[in-house]
C-alpha cells in the first residue's frame, strides 16, 4: 500500500511564476491536508479538503493561494504569482473518511514539496 | 485557542542515555494528541498517538507518552537513545471538530541530537 506521494520534491520558480504542487492521498483515503513549515517553523495548516468540497481553507492566505481535490486525480495546491516569503516545504496529508464525531483521526504525512522562489 | 507548546528547541543526548521530549497544550476538553518525528528532508512519521484511555501510550521505535491532564502536557520519553534517533520532533494536537475541522495543530518542534 503506498503512502501519500507528492510532486514534484522540489521546485524552484522565479518570483511572479505560478506554482503547482500536487498531492496523492493513500489508497482509501479521501481527507487530504496541506500544510507549510517555514525554516525553523513547526508546520501550519492552510486547508482541509474532501473529494470536490473544500471543508476549511482558513489558514490559506487570502491571495494567491488555491486549493482543489477533484472527483478524480491528486490534490493540487496553486500558488500564483509567487514570491520570495513563499520559499517552504509543503506537506500533504491523508485520512479515512470520517464516520463518527468523535471517533479520532490520524494523518499520513507525503516527503513534501520544498519550493525555493528565486 | 488551541496552541502546543515545545519548551526545548534543541536538545542533545549521549547514545544510550534517556530522553525525555516536554509538549503542553492548551486545549479546552479531552485531546487529540500526536507525537511525530521528522529526519532532515524528509516527510512526518507518526511515533504514538493518544485517543482516550490508558493514558501511558506506547509508540513505535521505543518511545512512549504519558498525558496528564493536571498539567496538560504529553511528554515523550525513550529509556535508551539510539544514534538513529537524531532528529526533530514534533507535538500535535487534534483541532475541535465544531473550528477548524480535522486539522492538526503542531508545536515548533524539538531538534534532538545524540552524541557518541
Known amino acids: 500500500n503506498a503512502g501519500v506521494m507528492q510532486n514534484p520534491r522540489h521546485l524552484v520558480r522565479r518570483r511572479g511564476q505560478e506554482a503547482r504542487l500536487r498531492c496523492s492521498p493513500m489508497k482509501g483515503h479521501s481527507h487530504v491536508y496541506w500544510y507549510r513549515q517555514l525554516p525553523e517553523e513547526g508546520l501550519k495548516f492552510m486547508v482541509y479538503?474532501?473529494?470536490?468540497?473544500?471543508?476549511?481553507e482558513s489558514g490559506m492566505p487570502k491571495e494567491r493561494f488555491s486549493a482543489e481535490f477533484p472527483k478524480e486525480g491528486p490534490s493540487i495546491l496553486r500558488i500564483q504569482q509567487v514570491v520570495r516569503g513563499d520559499s517552504a516545504a509543503y506537506f500533504c496529508a491523508s485520512s479515512p473518511r470520517l464516520e463518527l464525531r468523535d471517533r479520532p483521526y490520524e494523518q499520513y504525512f507525503g516527503p513534501g514539496t520544498r519550493l525555493t522562489v528565486t | 485557542a488551541q496552541s502546543v507548546t515545545q519548551p526545548d528547541i534543541h536538545i542533545t543526548v549521549s547514545e544510550g542515555a534517556s530522553l525525555e521530549l516536554r509538549c503542553n497544550y492548551s486545549?479546552?476538553?479531552?485531546?487529540?494528541l500526536f507525537w511525530y518525528v521528522q529526519s532532515p528532508g524528509q516527510g512526518l512519521q507518526l511515533l504514538l498517538k493518544y485517543f482516550s484511555g490508558d493514558t501511558l501510550v506506547q509508540g513505535i521505535k521505543g518511545f512512549e507518552a504519558e498525558f496528564k491532564r493536571s498539567q496538560s502536557s504529553f511528554n515523550l520519553r525513550k529509556p535508551s537513545v539510539h544514534w538513529s534517533d537524531a532528529a526533530e520532533y514534533f507535538c500535535a494536537v487534534g483541532a475541535d471538530y465544531g473550528g477548524s475541522q480535522g486539522n492538526l495543530i503542531f508545536g515548533k518542534g524539538t531538534k534532538l541530537s545524540v552524541k557518541p
Open positions: 486545549y479546552g476538553a479531552t485531546p487529540y
Open positions: 479538503l474532501q473529494k470536490e468540497n473544500i471543508i476549511d
